[in-house]
């Protein structure tokens, strides 16, 4: 295997197959996993998986970032749904809900949850009258599962059972003994919700039993599964219900204004408190970083400037903050937090995007952490022209990218930025060997690959390209500042357990496999079919 690696970016959600549940499910994995050994493309990215708040479709707005949401479980795969009599014995209501899914073009996640909570529910159900009552094998799985994930999935199931109870009230407004975490409530409310609390256990018992299924599968097709880590949890999240005393629930975090936002973001996230956090020797994130480690071969870590620095604004008003507010305490800071989450093992990748401090990539350079080259924004900047700077140029320790989940794809893109930024584009080497050099190039099939083959060449070792810009589709994920039904619900065109059935998914396969032979990027024996 080379070193140097070329993969895809794409949401979980958006990987449907033929007899799903409307969104992408942890099965799918393994059918897109062949289609990306065909294609020679060797690592899959993620958004998050964490389970979302409720009412929520962004995987960035986390009750969990440790848990895998159960919208993701391929219910039809579970042998406690199958028994307990499928989709016949779904109510009416639930069965409606499943048929719009399927015709939808879309992911509908109202629908698919009503759905799978549903039939979730019969499983659970049979699961504890022909398997938990007896204590069968497959029991003692679950037993053993609950004790080995216990440090976290014992606030995460009770968290979802109270707030399930309270109708998903935030956890502020629970009375005080819950709130606060009192033994004695916790005790008795634990016993009071025991079946609900064993619920939510099986179900990311069943989650992580499909996921890792999945991984098993894509390691066999020699694709390494990349996760995506939130900077934080929400506030209404079992993580920061059972380490309050680790967050400023009176700030909340965001960014500062620049020249895309004049008055800066407010994310609505907590506050770390990060003196108390230090002290503890990053104990926490610690952790998270072993959980990221045991379901993923690497990491992307969001907003990596924050754990260097975090902007904050007080919830009641007043001066928004830095914290740390100096810069030698923010580089000590963030190394020693980001050491924290490479000492578990996995690959990270730091998000470094926006206007960050010079010190950010000198630190991540130090730390040998590869930050991010989005290459419509790698211009020089202070020379004529702002040219691109050639992403041949890109050092190793880099990953290349053509956008993100958050950036519109290369189709428009071309078809919205400047004559003068198209010449700058087509200036660089790749374009002239083909003669192409009017900026009025319309959007062809010739320029996307022309594009994908300026990614291809970059000198980073990592290269992860969003699957709307290997096929030219011009759909977006989504649209930052926003919140509309668009936003978290694109799906692919086809399913992914048919693209062999694909004339366009195989002729994308067979360019991609030899564009990544031709730049170094595939292994050295062609693919098999898996």
Request: charged share 20%; net charge negative; hydrophobic share 45%.
């Amino acid at each position: 295997m080379s070193r140097r690696h070329a993969g895809v970016n794409v949401p979980l959600f958006s990987l449907r197959s033929a007899d799903g549940w409307g969104i992408g499910e942890l099965t799918d994995l393994t059918p897109f996993a062949g289609w990306l050994q065909q294609a020679g493309l060797t690592r899959l990215m993620l958004l998050p998986l964490g389970t979302m708040s409720h009412g929520e479709t962004s995987p960035y707005s986390a009750a969990s970032t440790l848990a895998i949401d159960p919208i993701y479980i391929g219910v039809h795969r579970v042998q406690d749904f199958q028994r307990a009599g499928g989709i016949e014995a779904l109510s009416s209501i639930a069965r409606q809900a499943l048929d719009g899914v399927r015709r939808s073009a879309v992911v509908r996640h109202d629908l698919v949850r009503r759905a799978k909570g549903e039939a979730l529910g019969l499983a659970f159900k049979s699961f504890l009258e022909d398997e938990w009552a007896p204590r069968t094998a497959r029991a003692a799985q679950l037993a053993a599962y609950t004790s080995q994930q216990q440090w976290w999935l014992d606030d995460y199931a009770l968290f979802q059972a109270i707030s399930e109870s309270r109708s998903y009230a935030f956890w502020r407004e629970w009375p005080a003994p819950l709130r606060d975490r009192d033994e004695a409530a916790l005790a008795e409310v634990r016993g009071d919700l025991a079946r609900d609390v064993l619920r939510h256990q099986y179900y990311q018992w069943l989650a992580e039993t499909q996921w890792l299924e999945a991984r098993a599968q894509a390691r066999k097709a020699g694709v390494e599964l990349y996760g995506d880590l939130p900077f934080v949890a929400g506030t209404n999240s079992h993580e920061v219900w059972a380490r309050a005393h680790e967050f400023a629930l009176d700030v909340s975090v965001g960014v500062p204004p620049d020249a895309f936002s004049p008055t800066g973001q407010d994310w609505g996230l907590p506050m770390y408190r990060w003196d108390v956090i230090a002290a503890s020797d990053y104990a926490w994130l610690r952790l998270r970083g072993r959980r990221m480690a045991s379901l993923f071969d690497g990491l992307r870590v969001d907003h990596a400037i924050g754990v260097y620095r975090t902007y904050g604004r007080p919830v009641g008003g007043g001066e928004a903050f830095f914290s740390p507010a100096d810069e030698p305490r923010q580089i000590v800071q963030g190394q020693a937090v980001l050491r924290a989450l490479a000492d578990s093992g996995v690959h990270l990748i730091a998000e470094d995007l926006g206007l960050v401090p010079d010190f950010l990539r000198t630190s991540l350079a130090e730390l040998q952490v590869p930050g991010c080259k989005v290459i419509r924004w790698e211009r020089d900047w202070h020379a004529a022209g702002a040219p691109f700077i050639p992403p041949e140029h890109y050092i190793p320790r880099s990953a290349a990218m053509t956008g993100t989940h958050d950036t519109e794809p290369l189709a428009v893109w071309w078809g919205e930025c400047t004559p003068s930024d198209r010449a700058a584009m087509l200036a660089l080497p790749v374009f002239r060997e083909h003669d192409i050099t009017d900026p009025n190039h319309p959007w062809t099939p010739e320029l996307r690959d022309l594009l994908l083959e300026v990614a291809f060449r970059a000198g980073s070792d990592d290269l992860f390209v969003p699957i709307q810009d290997l096929f030219g589709w011009r759909d977006r994920i989504n649209v930052p500042g926003t919140v509309t039904a668009h936003n978290w619900s694109w799906a692919l065109p086809w399913p992914v357990d048919r693209l062999a059935r694909i004339p366009e998914a195989n002729e994308r396969a067979s360019f991609l496999r030899e564009l990544a032979a031709r730049t170094g990027r595939a292994p050295v024996q062609p693919p098999t079919a898996s």
